[in-house]
């Protein structure tokens, strides 16, 4: 069955660290992947989209990579910041438009 | 910026009552979206919606749902007869057309059902 997970666990680290989270996939072969953003009892907000035939994408602090072997994306955050914190979803479409996402990993930046 | 708005931010109701969560979408968006999160779960995909009918829906729409655009602006989900499990945050999303990756979440609502 098609599967996408992410750590379950929350992501502890320190301000000005970069903060790594891991998005894998399993009988998906996604064209594109997405990082969204959830805060508490908010709607996800729309951060990065990377493409199957790109391996790295940037934008500002934020940096996604995604290997199609693998079938993993992983999202950083460089000099991470306590407003950093919230829960980041990957999503992908499996056909058609709709999101499948993962369960979120819940990042907290600690002064 | 334009946004996705929703309303009511929170509905509490009796199970077997009808509800009707209402959204605007993004104004040129033609492409429209209910997602669900059940507390504590991740976000599910219900339906999505494009020049006025269904284009997809998953097992969780089943006959007590159903959408609609009554009008040039808003989305409406209806739950015909709300079941304790209908208890979850409701987001509506809107894309600009049926081929756009993006897809742009409103606030949701939090339904109840006691």
């Known amino acids: 069955s098609q599967k996408i997970e992410q750590n379950s666990e929350a992501l502890n680290i320190q301000e000005g660290k970069t903060a790594t989270l891991t998005c894998n996939y399993t009988?998906?072969?996604?064209?594109?992947l997405q990082w969204y953003r959830q805060d508490p009892g908010r709607g996800p907000v729309f951060l990065l989209l990377?493409?199957?035939?790109?391996k790295e994408k940037r934008k500002e602090r934020l940096k996604v990579t995604f290997d199609t072997t693998l079938k993993q994306s992983l999202f950083h955050i460089t000099a991470s910041q306590p407003a950093d914190s919230a829960t980041y979803l990957c999503?992908?479409?499996?056909?058609?438009?709709?999101?499948?996402f993962g369960t979120g990993t819940q990042l907290k930046v600690e002064l | 910026e334009p946004e996705v708005t929703q309303t009511p931010s929170h509905q509490v109701t009796q199970m077997g009552q009808e509800v009707i969560l209402r959204c605007v979408p993004i104004?040129?968006?033609?492409?429209f979206y209910w997602y669900r999160q059940i507390l504590g779960q991740k976000v599910e995909f219900l339906v999505s919606?494009?020049?006025?009918?269904?284009?997809?829906k998953s097992e969780i729409f089943d006959d007590q749902f159903s959408v609609e655009r009554p009008d040039g602006s808003n989305f409406t989900l209806k739950i015909r007869s709300t079941k304790l499990e209908d208890s979850a945050m409701y987001f509506c999303?809107?894309?600009?057309?049926?081929?756009?990756?993006?897809?742009?979440f409103g606030p949701g609502t939090r339904l109840l059902v006691l």
């Open positions: 999303a809107s894309s600009i057309n049926r081929d756009s990756e993006t897809q742009y």
């Open positions: 009988n998906y072969s996604p064209a594109y």
């Open positions: 990377i493409r199957e035939n790109e």
């Open positions: 999503a992908v479409t499996g056909g058609g438009n709709k999101l499948t």
């Open positions: 104004s040129n968006h033609l492409y």
């Open positions: 919606f494009y020049n006025n009918e269904i284009s997809e």
